[in-house]
């Protein structure tokens, strides 16, 4: 079961020792871990902290996702503009 109140993206870099994260419910989040499970360690965590401060802060906090889910994917690459 995944134990996460938004849904992850994690993505594989370049670099074998650091991928990066962040959740397309909850903007603004993102971070960096050494492995996967290490993003969804740190994930668990943050999206909490992270909710906290949007509301300390008077902002808007999207609702928990009922179903989120996790996606392990490769860095997108910024797309070259056509010549």
Sequence with gaps: MIHLPYSLVIEATNDPDFFGFYSPDLEGFSGVGHSVEDCL????????????TLQEQGLPVPPRNPNPTVVIQNERKPELAAA
């Design 41 to 52: 360690y740190q994930s668990r965590w943050g999206m909490e902290d992270h909710v906290k």
